[in-house]
T-cell receptor, first 118, second 115 residues
Framework: AQTVTQSQPEMSVQEAETVTLSCTYDTSESDYYLFWYKQPPSRQMILVIRQEAYKQQNATENRFSVNFQKAAKSFSLKISDSQLGDAAMYFCAYRSFKQETSGSRLTFGEGTQLTVNP | EAGVTQFPSHSVIEKGQTVTLRCDPISGHDNLYWYRRVMGKEIKFLLHFVKESKQDESGMPNNRFLAERTGGTYSTLKVQPAELEDSGVYFC?????????????FGSGTRLTVV
């Protein structure tokens, strides 16, 4: 079974600075997907960025980028030029490529609460 | 398009009572999922519907939990009788049939407190 670990329950960053959220995972599969989701207070969880394991290039979405280290099973999220609206709970998630082995469920980490200080 | 809607947003019930959570997925989404986050822990999978059929219910904690999806549209998750450890946030998510690559669209969750 796959596991996802986020070792930082809380992180804080100054507005306009850069912050990196850590995520490690454990799997025996070679093909899979990784995601970062963001949940603002009392609002729905939204997809921030995703990475296909077969792609060597790190995914980037505007101010959000990942550092995907497949051999180390590490998938960190970097937020550049942090904004007040980035304050949220961030979840790292794993999804198997092979739907028949574990369905299409997501396996989540425990989450990291990010505070952005003005 | 309308998003995934969950209600109630909050529910406080006494131990032993019954609670029913509802999820309205995005229209046309065949896949519907229920997840739960107990305070401070990871979000855990509960079950997965494809239309009205249960594709995977391996995450359901015990037989006090009953999920249904009427006509492949909205879904309900009933907890009967509720126990203290059932407290947490229950998330619903939906996705189109072949869009598993992109993850899902989540609702805002139902915060259940059992006292």
């Amino acid at each position: 079974a796959q596991t996802v670990t986020q070792s930082q329950p809380e992180m804080s960053v100054q507005e306009a600075e850069t912050v990196t959220l850590s995520c490690t995972y454990d799997t025996s599969e070679s093909d899979y997907y990784l995601f970062w989701y963001k949940q603002p207070p009392s609002r729905q969880m939204i997809l921030v960025i995703r990475q296909e394991a077969y792609k060597q290039q790190n995914a980037t979405e505007n101010r959000f980028s990942v550092n995907f280290q497949k051999a180390a099973k590490s998938f960190s999220l970097k937020i550049s030029d942090s904004q007040l609206g980035d304050a949220a709970m961030y979840f790292c998630a794993y999804r198997s490529f092979k739907q028949e082995t574990s369905g299409s469920r997501l396996t989540f980490g425990e989450g990291t609460q990010l505070t952005v200080n003005p | 398009e309308a998003g995934v809607t969950q209600f109630p947003s909050h529910s406080v019930i006494e131990k032993g009572q019954t609670v029913t959570l509802r999820c309205d997925p995005i229209s046309g989404h065949d896949n519907l999922y229920w997840y739960r986050r107990v305070m401070g822990k990871e979000i855990k999978f509960l079950l997965h519907f494809v239309k009205e059929s249960k594709q995977d219910e391996s995450g359901m904690p015990n037989n006090r939990f009953l999920a249904e999806r009427t006509g492949g549209t909205y879904s309900t998750l009933k907890v009967q009788p509720a126990e203290l450890e059932d407290s947490g946030v229950y998330f619903c998510a939906s996705s189109p049939r072949q869009s598993f690559v992109y993850g899902y669209t989540f609702g805002s969750g139902t915060r259940l407190t059992v006292v």
